[in-house]
């Protein structure tokens, strides 16, 4: 039997669990209804295509769009052409990373993660004194 993971459609079930993956830290585990409205908000985007064009989001949507990024989920792409009148016209995309989506669903995660959680962790063991001017 084939594993839902396997399949090249982006479901909401997928994404989200994607999702809970990337975003859950030691402290706190992100809940899957949580990741799944964020999954639903994500692909109402998409439809059934796996590139949008970047003018159509709001500026929290692309807010959204850019926390997904940082977790590799989603990946821009941008065209350029000539326009009549010789000016340069930039189209920007957002595009699924099917293949990271995939493999954060099944829990692969990368040590990155980890990585920018201990990063954080710096902060919060400095002194009180290094803080002041």
Do not use: C
């Not at 992100?30 to 994500?42: I, N, P, R, W």
Request: charge should be negative.
């Amino acid at each position: 039997m084939e594993n839902d993971y396997d399949k090249e459609v982006v479901t909401v079930e997928i994404l989200a669990k994607a999702i809970q993956n990337g975003l859950s830290r030691p402290r706190r585990r992100l809940s899957f209804d949580e990741a799944k409205m964020t999954a639903m908000h994500v692909l109402n985007f998409f439809g059934f295509g796996e590139r949008i064009i970047d003018n159509m989001l709001e500026p929290e949507d692309r807010d959204t769009f850019y926390m997904l990024e940082d977790l590799d989920l989603l990946e821009t792409e941008r065209e350029e052409t000539t326009l009549w009148d010789g000016r340069e016209w930039r189209i920007h995309y957002w595009v699924l990373n099917k293949e990271k989506i995939s493999e954060m669903a099944k829990g692969k995660i990368e040590k990155r993660v980890e990585e920018v959680e201990s990063e954080e962790d710096v902060y919060s063991e400095l002194p009180d004194e290094i803080w002041a001017r």
